[in-house]
């Protein structure tokens, strides 16, 4: 579904990705690891086509977007569904017209169709009852499941998740994993997510792939991840203090 080639992007003198490679079946889940500040957000934007790569390619179901623009562009955006690292809940709007927001801006539906639909997808991430509610007025995981929801209500193809449970106790990670799990089982989606949820994450990844000094260093099956005798994997997924990777 996605197809990562050579992907090189510089801000001045950093050189953040060095020549990014990476495949991404159709209906996966993959997660990208890495250290902080090395590179996992700004490849998502490249991902997302909010970036504009200095070198190599991405391309999406056989379209290569590095080259669309305007339109065109737009046109492959429609395909994403997109949950932000805190949700970036609108705090003015009440948690059903938050989730309702995609399709009253991207489509022509009914105003009955497009509640019909929000309800649908509240209830599908167990909030049936809060749509009357503010952003403010409910919990940090709840919160989360009505960022997966606005990010599902179109229907998309591929879901990005930019570190979806930053802030979460261990329990509320397990319970947000598992409805991510319950969703793409339902949905079949493909999912890109960005975390450091270790070892939690590999509850939920199918593949991992490691990014390290601007390059994915390893990405394979998850199981095969956690047993890489990669030094730097190895010591990332340990937290191991000593050892290749430096502390940021």
């Known amino acids: 579904m996605i197809l990562v080639e050579n992907l090189r992007k510089s801000f001045g003198e950093q050189q953040v990705l060095n020549g990014v490679n990476l495949e991404i079946g159709k209906g ?6 890495g250290q902080s500040g090395g590179g996992k957000s700004v490849l998502l934007k490249h991902l997302l086509g909010l970036l504009e790569a200095d070198d190599g390619r991405i391309v999406v179901d056989g379209v290569d977007v590095t080259s669309l623009r ?12 997109v949950v932000f690292q805190g949700g970036a809940l609108f705090d003015s709007m009440s948690v059903f017209d938050n989730v309702a927001f995609p399709l009253r801006e991207r489509t022509h539906l009914r105003e009955s169709e497009i509640s019909a639909r929000a309800k649908a997808k509240l209830e599908q991430v167990g909030l049936a009852t ?34 979806p449970t930053t802030g979460l106790d ?31 994450i590999f509850q ?11 390059r994915i260093v390893e990405s394979g099956p998850a199981d095969l991840i956690q047993a890489s005798e990669n030094p730097v994997i190895r010591q990332f997924i340990r937290g191991d203090p000593e050892g290749p990777l430096q502390a940021h």
């Open 204 to 214: 939920i990844a199918q593949k991992v792939a490691m990014l390290h000094d601007g």
């Open 28 to 33: 996966e889940i993959l997660v990208i690891i």
């Open 170 to 200: 261990p329990v509320l990670v397990s319970a947000i994993h598992r409805l991510i799990l319950e969703l793409h089982s339902r949905f079949h989606f493909t999912a890109v997510m960005v975390s450091h949820e270790i070892p939690e």
């Open 130 to 163: 809060m749509g009357h509610k503010n952003p403010a007025e409910i919990s940090g995981g709840m919160r989360k499941r009505v960022a997966i929801a606005r990010a599902l209500i179109t229907e998309p193809e591929i879901v990005f998740f930019d570190e």
């Open 70 to 81: 305007g339109r065109a562009l737009d046109d492959v955006r429609r395909r994403y569904g």
